[in-house]
């Protein structure tokens, strides 16, 4: 009887430790499941989730410092991926995702993931992936990107499911998002744009830029956290401005505003009173 017992509690044991391994495909062996050309499939090939009906839709987003989407990367910057699933009917998500350069090698460096999700080595790359289903399918983390010349193309496997625990009943989707390197022409003129606050008070702040493209300009403001607080459209005749920005419903605190040139951004750090 003990010894029937004490199998029975190194069974229960076993049984918790099996629910409490973390999951997702890279971290259970099964490798990249993104599409992407290197991949072993995707989250819906033969042997994984199959069988659901959610007509899901996964989408990549490329963020810059003032939260705007980039089609052009910069060596060696960080910016904010953001990876959502969505599924009509379905009750739970999940993803995968790789950033591959031409040759299909890994490109760039992702850090900062939420909570549940894992960075995990594929062979010589890496994939961010959840460690279990979520209840929503929104994800966001950092990615610095690589010193290349290279374009950058992101693959991406959604999964929308039925939340039973199994793999049937969920049905998958994919994506990719290529980044091209940016100019050396482009960062040229970037490096010698100019950006700098004039004046600034507990009502409005005075800024100025010069050796910027001509043309309609974003100045953003942003909180300590990096949330987007106020924008407006500046424009930029004869590679210069002069710009006043309303700033007196703001909280007093520290404060970052931006201005994009191109596909790069210029910030500047300032205290509101």
Request: hydrophobic share 35%; proline share 3%.
């Amino acid at each position: 009887m003990k010894k029937n017992g004490l199998l029975f509690i190194l069974f229960l044991g076993a049984f918790s430790f099996m629910a409490l391994e973390p999951g997702g495909a890279a971290k259970k062996g099964l490798g990249d499941r993104t599409g992407s050309p290197v991949a072993n499939g995707t989250c819906g090939s033969s042997g994984c989730h199959s069988g659901g009906s959610f007509s899901p839709v996964t989408t990549i987003q490329v963020l810059d410092a003032s939260n705007q989407p980039v089609t052009n990367y910069h060596s060696d910057s960080t910016y904010t991926v953001k990876v959502g699933v969505t599924g009509t009917g379905s009750k739970q998500y999940a993803f995968q995702i790789i950033a591959l350069n031409s040759s299909n090698a890994n490109a760039g460096t992702f850090s900062n993931v939420p909570t549940n999700t894992q960075i995990v080595q594929v062979g010589t790359r890496f994939v961010v992936e959840q460690k279990a289903p979520f209840d929503v399918g929104s994800w966001s983390f950092n990615w610095k990107a690589p010193n290349s010349t290279s374009p950058v193309t992101f693959y991406a496997c959604g999964l929308a499911t039925n939340k039973n625990g199994k793999e049937s009943g969920d049905q998958s989707s994919t994506t990719s998002l290529k980044l091209e390197k940016t100019t050396a022409t482009q960062e040229n003129q970037t490096g010698t744009a100019t950006f700098s606050i004039k004046n600034i008070s507990s009502v409005e702040m005075m800024t100025s830029g010069s050796n910027f493209n001509n043309g309609s300009h974003t100045l953003s403001i942003l909180d300590i956290n990096g949330i987007p607080v106020r924008s407006q459209k500046v424009f930029v005749d004869n590679e210069s401005f002069n710009n006043t920005i309303n700033i007196a419903n703001l909280s007093s605190g520290i404060y970052f505003i931006t201005i994009d040139d191109k596909d790069k951004v210029q910030t500047l750090k300032f205290f509101k009173k």
